[in-house]
């Protein structure tokens, strides 16, 4: 016979022969259980129920309870508990003796499938429980795109950048004063993913160090945060160079390049600005640019010599180039040996190969004056009409990517590593920084008149200040001078910890090499390299707060890419120094 439904049941029985002896009555108390155990799973914190499924992430403890309910006042307690779970594919289920299990997934991000059961000791076993979980353990997509690191601004800044994630739930724009701000002023908000503009701040009338700082983070607490140190006010005056007649074009480099027009020469100075020597008898030099060769243009018609090439000692000319009108800007293309100009009279922008042959133009582009290019291959020049004067940004198809301004006659272009744009303002008597959109950032004026000529180099910025016959240097380094501005207390002295290069070796001009720095402190860091015979090859400086990290792709300071052997890098504090050696196959 079968017992039904589940409960406890007095069995009585007995037994009788074939002439009526009967036994003594038995009775034998029979529990039935024929149900089976009840499953669930509970999940902790974070997490977020997202349709059909539950977003976790490898902190999430995910528990897996299982009991074994009375029926009829009976239960014989869960045996074992059976899970399976996997991102992929069934990978078989474990067996725990128990009623507890408690998982967490460790797994890559994505969707994972939990199949569990339970059975009692019994054998009753229920129906197989699927559950969905996410898994998520990046943090959101987040970057300023401007205004860059390290920048100098000075007027109202449309911020740009993006946050991004599949399941983000807010994110937050503001900025404070100094590096490490205790207060921040909120300048922007968001609950959903967003690209382009984060906010507006308004900048005039600020200065010293600012922390400008975009947070963002999703439902289950991922959260990512990037910090731009930027400094409000005008650059700083390093020092001036006079004895100039009418300067007209500048470079920054290792040295100091100056087109010196009325003197009929290019002047070169060292990075303090002592004169050292100069290339002269030149006629009308309108700018002056530096890789493997000095470049100069000189403001002449056509049939006269119009763009020249020297060693870099200045002694022997290589290139005369005569098929120009009046040209006034050059550069040379990144990762090759182009030359640009923006020849003004004949409205182009023309190059050259490095023999001097005529390779193709960009035309229609009315009166261009100075040459700027990216490190992504994209030609800036300055464009004049009668009515406008404008920057302008071409690729190589010749194709306007983009164009903005109206200014007072631009007169000079240079780009930086952070793609923003520096512009003379010749007219106007300023000097006008853009983010790589176009939105200004950056205007001053320190006593200019007729800026000509910009250049951008090692930190620095050089104005031909043409009317008042001087080359003005800046400092663009956000120094720990200025501390003083944030209240941050420098310690007395900042050793260098460690130094670490790699990769080492390395091939030079395919590959970047990094050098991490490790102080005890804040302070000012500048990276020197020499070959082992003590002759200079690169130098760059940075701010490091803690530890940092210079990147060199093995290129000297004129951009030519170094030869396989071993050379000395040279990492100095004010206070302390270190050196190691590097090796380029």
Not at 189 to 194: M, Q
Not at 511 to 524: F, N, Y
Request: overall charge negative.
């Amino acid at each position: 016979f079968y017992l039904s439904p589940d409960g406890s049941y007095l069995v009585e029985f007995y037994s009788l022969d074939w002439l009526d002896n009967t036994e003594d009555v038995q009775d034998k108390l029979i529990k039935v259980d024929n149900t089976p155990p009840v499953t669930e799973i509970r999940i902790g914190s974070p997490s977020y129920s997202y349709g059909d499924s539950v977003i976790v992430t490898s902190q999430t403890p995910e528990s897996i309870i299982s009991h074994d309910p009375l029926a009829g006042g009976v239960a014989c307690g869960v045996g074992s508990l059976y899970v399976s779970y996997s991102s992929l594919t069934d990978t078989g289920f474990i067996q725990v003796p128990s009623s507890l299990y408690v998982l967490h997934l460790l797994g890559q991000d994505g969707v994972y499938r939990i199949l569990f059961h339970a059975v009692d000791n019994l054998g009753n076993t229920e129906s197989e429980h699927e559950v969905s979980l996410i898994l998520d353990n990046t943090p959101p997509s987040i970057s300023i795109w401007s205004p860059p690191d390290s920048s100098w601004v000075n007027q109202l800044i449309v911020v740009m950048g993006e946050a991004k994630d599949v399941h983000i739930q807010g994110w937050e724009l503001s900025y404070g004063e100094g590096i490490s701000p205790s207060a921040w002023e909120v300048i922007g908000t968001g609950t959903t993913d967003t690209a382009g503009v984060l906010g507006e701040w308004d900048t005039r009338g600020l200065s010293g160090v600012y922390t400008l700082r975009l947070r963002a983070w999703d439902v289950v607490g991922n959260e990512a945060e990037v910090r731009h140190i930027i400094s409000c006010g005008e650059p700083e005056l390093l020092f001036e160079i006079t004895g100039f007649n009418k300067p007209d074009g500048v470079y920054l480099g290792r040295f100091i390049y100056v087109a010196d027009r009325n003197n009929k020469r290019v002047a070169v100075f060292d990075e303090f600005g002592n004169y050292l020597w100069e290339i002269d008898k030149l006629l009308m030099p309108s700018d002056v640019y530096v890789k493997d060769r000095i470049y100069t243009t000189l403001f002449w018609g056509p049939h006269h010599p119009a763009l020249l090439a020297y060693t870099l000692t200045g002694d022997s000319l290589l290139l005369a180039i005569d098929s120009l009108n009046h040209p006034k800007g050059v550069e040379v293309y990144p990762d090759s040996f182009y030359l640009v100009v923006a020849d003004r009279n004949w409205d182009r922008v023309v190059f050259f190969d490095s023999l001097g042959g005529y390779l193709f133009e960009i035309d229609s582009v009315s009166k261009p004056e100075g040459i700027g290019v990216d490190d992504s291959g994209y030609v800036y020049t300055c464009e004049n009409t009668d009515t406008l004067s404008r920057i302008v940004k071409f690729n190589l198809s010749g194709d306007r990517v983009l164009e903005w301004g109206n200014y007072r006659r631009l007169s000079d272009v240079d780009v930086d590593r952070a793609y923003r744009v520096w512009v003379a303002e010749r007219n106007g008597n300023r000097i006008l920084c853009f983010d790589r959109f176009g939105q200004l950032l950056l205007a001053f004026d320190d006593g200019f008149n007729k800026p000509e000529g910009v250049g951008i180099g090692r930190k620095r910025l050089a104005v031909a200040d043409r009317n008042n016959d001087r080359v003005c240097v800046y400092g663009l380094m956000i120094s720990p001078a200025l501390s003083a501005l944030k209240g941050l207390a420098e310690p007395d002295e900042v050793r260098i910890e460690d130094v670490l290069v790699y990769p080492n070796p390395f091939w030079a001009g395919e590959e970047e090499v990094k050098v991490r720095v490790k102080l005890t402190g804040m302070a000012q860091v500048r990276l020197r390299v020499y070959t082992v015979t003590g002759r200079f090859i690169y130098e760059d400086e940075q701010v490091i707060s803690g530890e940092g990290e210079f990147i060199w792709d093995g290129r000297s300071l004129s951009g030519k890419v170094l030869r396989r052997g071993v050379y000395v890098i040279m990492v100095e504090t004010e206070d302390d120094r270190r050196i190691v050696k590097l090796a380029i196959y």
